[in-house]
């Protein structure tokens, strides 16, 4: 027993344990709470983040690199919308203050907007990511010429998410 083997099987411990959990809050707070704008927010974010932890799951059963690219792919359908999910999540927390912002709004469907734009470009160009390396038995795809403009996009819509929320 290696020491890397034991690091691979503690990262499926836990991310199954945050499939489960992400999806009975999903469950739980969709099932209770649907007319509450908070709650459906905080759904979108929890499910695009349970996603990405489906697809961590389903890497530890992939064999060919092929296979590989086609899930890490994949796994840009949450990756994508994780940063507008959070944004959103923010701006439906501080309309519950009574700080409705029509700007803000605006600003939650343009990250939608460019959140399928940029899971468009993942999964059907090589413009974000392409090609897939492998170290060891760990995939991973390479990022692609305009990887740092969805790096910059990404960045700036958490930091205004969490200024939303401190605010």
């Known amino acids: 027993m290696t020491i890397s083997a034991i690091l691979n099987f503690g990262n499926l411990i836990l991310s199954s344990a945050n499939v489960i959990i992400g999806f009975s809050l999903f469950a739980y707070i969709l099932a209770h709470n649907v007319r509450s704008t908070v709650a459906r927010a905080f759904c979108a974010l929890i499910a695009f983040v349970s996603l990405v932890y489906v697809v961590d799951v389903a890497m530890m059963e992939v064999q060919t ?62 413009h974000i990511v392409h090609g897939t390396s492998q170290i060891a038995h760990i995939y991973h795809l390479v990022a692609g010429p305009y990887f740092w403009l969805f790096a910059i996009y990404y960045l700036a819509t958490a930091i205004s998410g969490w200024v939303n929320i401190s605010r």
């Open 65 to 126: 690199v092929r296979s590989a690219e086609r899930w890490l792919r994949l796994q840009w359908l949450g990756i994508a919308f994780v940063p507008v999910a959070y944004f959103h999540f923010s701006d439906a927390l501080l309309s519950t203050t009574g700080s409705d912002s029509r700007w803000r709004w605006m600003g939650v469907i343009a990250g939608y907007v460019i959140g399928l734009a940029v899971l468009i470009l993942a999964l059907f160009t090589d």
